[in-house]
């Protein structure tokens, strides 16, 4: 069976994001058949895996979730906020696996956001290199002037 990345493994179970599972493994709470992990470690589906006394539940055949979302004003294009404003993962009701945003839109932005499990679909979608265009309505309330519209036209 092919070895992965521990922290790839922890993430993809849903336990926690990639990054996460990093602080995890440096902070000592992960192990790997009963063994503390450290970074760079590898394991595969069929190791036992814990973070902090947790055991992580990694399924045979992975089901990849796409979903879209009206982002309405006022949430924040995050998983979790530190100043306690509202997130966009609190309009996820009912979605049992942890899936993240692909790309963000502004507190005071609306409009469509996706959602996704699938890490390769997302990168493709955000990466510079695959030249997928996105397009951006703007309304400016109140009205904008000519003179305005110059400045921001030159930069």
Do not use: W
């Not at 879209?68 to 995050?78: C, F, I, W």
């Not at 993240?100 to 955000?126: H, Q, V, W």
């Not at 397009?135 to 904008?144: A, G, Q």
């Amino acid at each position: 069976m092919e070895k992965i990345r521990l922290q790839k493994i922890i993430a993809e179970s849903g336990f926690c994001s990639r990054r996460k599972a990093e602080e995890y493994i440096e902070k000592g709470m992960v192990k790997v058949n009963g063994h503390p992990a450290k970074i760079g470690d590898k394991a595969s589906i069929r190791d036992s895996i814990t973070v902090g006394g947790d055991k992580i539940f990694t399924p045979k055949k992975r089901v990849n979730i796409y979903i879209m979302l009206n982002k309405p004003r006022g949430y924040v294009t995050t998983m979790s906020d530190e100043l306690d404003r509202k997130c966009v993962t609190e309009l996820l009701v009912g979605v049992d696996e942890r899936v993240y945003p692909i790309g963000r839109l502004d507190r005071n932005s609306e409009g469509m956001l996706l959602f996704t499990n699938d890490g390769k679909f997302a990168n493709d979608i955000m990466h510079p290199s695959r030249h997928i265009s996105k397009t951006y309505r703007v309304t400016v309330r109140p009205k904008i002037t000519d003179e305005q519209l110059v400045l921001l036209s030159d930069g």
